[in-house]
């Protein structure tokens, strides 16, 4: 199963939430990491991380977190749930929004 860390709070519907978690084992973390080694330990071996903007994803957390990679979301939208194929993000209403993705953490 798909592990997928959300590393602070976030504010979602019920549906947004038995979204994501129809996808894998979903750990989540209230408030902001405090420091670097707060986010690794939040990140632990998740394939998905969730976060905002706010928290800095630096190369060391990037290098740090190798079960993390990017790739194309296999999943249609957890937050349109259109279940658009060929690229959900690019159509997803939230995709430029401030509070972010529920996939890409963009």
């Keep these: 199963m798909t592990k997928i860390a959300v590393v ?3 504010t979602w519907t019920s549906d947004e939430w038995l979204r994501l978690k129809a996808l ?3 750990r989540y973390s209230p ?3 405090s420091s670097e080694e ?17 928290v800095p994803f630096t190369g060391r957390v990037i290098e ?4 993390l ?3 194309q979301p296999a999943q249609p939208c957890l937050v349109s749930g259109d279940g658009s ?11 430029n929004r401030r509070d972010g993705c529920a996939v890409g953490g963009s």
């Design 8 to 10: 602070h709070k976030v």
């Design 24 to 26: 894998g084992n979903v």
């Design 31 to 33: 408030g902001l990491p």
């Design 38 to 54: 707060e986010l690794l330990a939040r990140i632990g071996d998740a394939q998905i991380v969730i976060s905002a903007t706010i």
């Design 64 to 67: 740090r977190s190798p079960r």
């Design 69 to 71: 990679g990017h790739s």
């Design 85 to 95: 194929a060929a690229d959900p993000c690019q159509r997803c209403p939230r995709r």
